[in-house]
């Protein structure tokens, strides 16, 4: 699996991922960088899942509103791409001396899988995730 920075001819293809998921489409106004602050991972040239990271004037980043390919995928494929997806997006951030990463989610297996990459939650809420990056 690959990861690369979205570029503007993705968005068609991340705007038919939302309306495939029942998801309303993203103004992209409202995206980092006009939404060119993103991944995406592809997998033999097919595009798999892709999310976007928010930097601040602080050492925090917010990484959310991940979308993947609605398309039924080879078993495990959409897992491990969400996976590489998260730790490439926890790469970046450390690249440009992001201490902390966070994110939030109602989705259950986007909950865990940011948890078995050792993110944390409190006890109160586990839609609110957080990881020190060191």
């Known amino acids: 699996m690959k990861a690369r920075k979205i570029k503007e001819?993705?968005?068609?293809?991340?705007?038919?991922?939302?309306?495939?998921?029942g998801w309303?489409?993203?103004?992209?106004?409202?995206?980092?960088?006009?939404?060119?602050?993103?991944?995406?991972?592809?997998?033999?040239n097919i595009d798999?899942?892709?999310g976007f990271v928010w930097f601040t004037d602080s050492k925090m980043a917010f990484f959310g509103y991940i979308i993947s390919n609605p398309i039924k995928l080879k078993k495990g494929q959409r897992h491990k791409a969400i996976s590489t997806l998260i730790l490439?997006?926890?790469?970046?951030c450390k690249k440009v001396g992001v201490k902390m990463l966070v994110t939030s989610s109602s989705t259950k297996s986007l909950i865990e899988k940011h948890?078995?990459?050792?993110?944390?939650?409190?006890?109160?809420s586990s839609f609110e995730l957080m990881k020190i990056l060191k």
């Open 9 to 21: 001819e993705d968005f068609n293809t991340i705007d038919e991922w939302y309306k495939g998921w």
């Open 24 to 44: 309303p489409l993203l103004d992209r106004e409202l995206l980092p960088d006009n939404g060119k602050e993103g991944l995406i991972i592809s997998d033999n």
């Open 48 to 50: 798999l899942t892709a």
């Open 88 to 92: 490439c997006a926890e790469e970046l």
């Open 115 to 124: 948890k078995e990459l050792n993110w944390k939650s409190n006890d109160r």
